[in-house]
């Protein structure tokens, strides 16, 4: 093939957006988070951030970063196994081990990162990989770099994860696989019987709580405090940008995981370290999030409120029971359509379509953070009223 030739071949299907009229993705942003947000020199209510807790843009957490990059600088343009790893940096790994019961954590550029490191590092060709089928890119990217056998079960289907166990259970190791909060549904695993399972196979899970930590549990602890499964999950491994309103990712678990990982993870040791100023927010943040569990009630609240209302309304949603409500589509068109609905009445949201989610199954997402207040929760639903009107074809 020539060259000019493989480039003509890289085309992109933007039809769902020029039927639609609207672009969604890469739009401008031109202020910082919280209540409105200024996209493309527009004011909208936010309602498309992962900062559940409304905490990136928090004054006390913000002078302590300005503390530390006063201190450091902007970075130590070092990887961890040298000058990167500074006191500050360690100490976050500590209080992310305190934090989610664990006896030790690595940060991570970004948990996509940590998750691309995992399964090569972890798993031979004599193992087996199965994982809930709405498992985020990250990991079914990892999971490519391992010899591993790979298998799914159907999304929280405890039926289907122990057939799978059962029908591999003479190889070396097998492996269970999932989120705490899925991001693009608003569920969580059933924990409970994932755990019982695991330890009838002799499995060992890994659970990416990406979205959960900050936001689920009484204290904020994610998927584990809901299921008190400190103890019996192997590995964790979650983002500093959502929930802890920061930067990162980080892998958490037993000493001598983590410590094989230090020495062994080529996504950890080779790439520049997190800077000490993003370090120093992200201790802050997690102490903030442990002392104000009247944040994570005020935001389940405004989700509830939405999700009961949407529903009456008759709007396709998916089983979410937490602070994530998402609407379905038949079309990508639809859902790009009726996002453009809610930027024209000045309502901010992220848009799912194929090969993100199903096709069929397109979507649109409602993040509902602390940062908003009641009225604009009528707001929304008031919109999504108007809606109905216009595109009845859209509810059941």
């Not at 957006?17 to 609207?22: I, N, P, Q, S, T």
């Not at 004054?59 to 902007?74: C, Q, T, Y």
């Not at 009838?200 to 990416?208: H, Q």
Request: glycine fraction near 8%.
């Amino acid at each position: 093939m020539k060259k000019e030739d493989l480039i003509k071949s890289m085309v992109v299907d933007k039809s769902p957006l020029v039927k639609a009229g609207f672009n969604p993705y890469y739009q401008p942003v031109r202020s910082g988070l919280g209540r409105n947000i200024n996209v493309n020199g527009k004011s909208l209510i936010s309602l498309g951030t992962n900062d559940y807790l409304g905490i990136a843009n928090n004054e006390e957490i913000k002078k302590e970063a300005l503390r530390a990059l006063r201190k450091f600088g902007v970075s130590m343009c070092g990887t961890p196994i040298v000058v990167g790893q500074t006191a500050i940096n360690r100490k976050l790994e500590t209080e992310i081990a305190s934090f989610l019961k664990q006896e030790d954590a690595l940060i991570f550029p970004s948990c996509y990162q940590c998750n691309m490191g995992i399964f090569g590092l972890l798993t031979t060709g004599e193992d087996v990989i199965i994982a809930d089928r709405e498992i985020h890119s990250s990991l079914l990217n990892g999971i490519g770099l391992s010899k591993a056998s790979f298998k799914i079960f159907s999304h929280n289907n405890l039926d289907k994860l122990e057939k799978a166990l059962a029908r591999y259970s003479n190889c070396r190791m097998k492996f269970i696989v999932v989120e705490g909060l899925y991001s693009t549904n608003g569920d969580v695993p059933p924990l409970d019987g994932m755990m019982k399972l695991a330890e009838k196979y002799d499995a060992f899970i890994i659970v990416d709580d990406a979205h959960g930590v900050g936001v689920l549990g009484r204290e904020g602890r994610g998927v584990l405090e809901v299921f008190d499964a400190f103890k019996e999950i192997d590995l964790v491994t979650g983002s500093l940008g959502k929930g802890v309103g920061a930067f990162g990712g980080f892998l958490a678990g037993g000493a001598r995981l983590i410590d094989y990982f230090r020495y062994n993870s080529p996504q950890y040791f080779y790439s520049t370290a997190l800077p000490p100023a993003i370090a120093a927010a992200s201790i802050i943040s997690l102490r903030y999030i442990k002392e104000h569990p009247e944040i994570r009630e005020r935001i389940n609240s405004y989700a509830r409120k939405l999700y009961q209302k949407l529903e009456t309304l008759g709007f396709r949603l998916t089983k979410s029971t937490t602070p994530v409500v998402c609407v379905l589509f038949e079309t990508a068109e639809d859902a790009i359509l009726a996002t453009k609905m809610l930027y024209e009445k000045g309502i901010y949201t992220v848009v799912f379509v194929p090969p993100s989610v199903a096709k069929g199954a397109s979507r649109i997402r409602l993040t509902l953070n602390a940062n908003l207040q009641s009225e604009d929760i009528d707001f929304v639903i008031s919109v999504f009223s108007d809606i109905k009107k216009r595109k009845p074809q859209w509810v059941n």
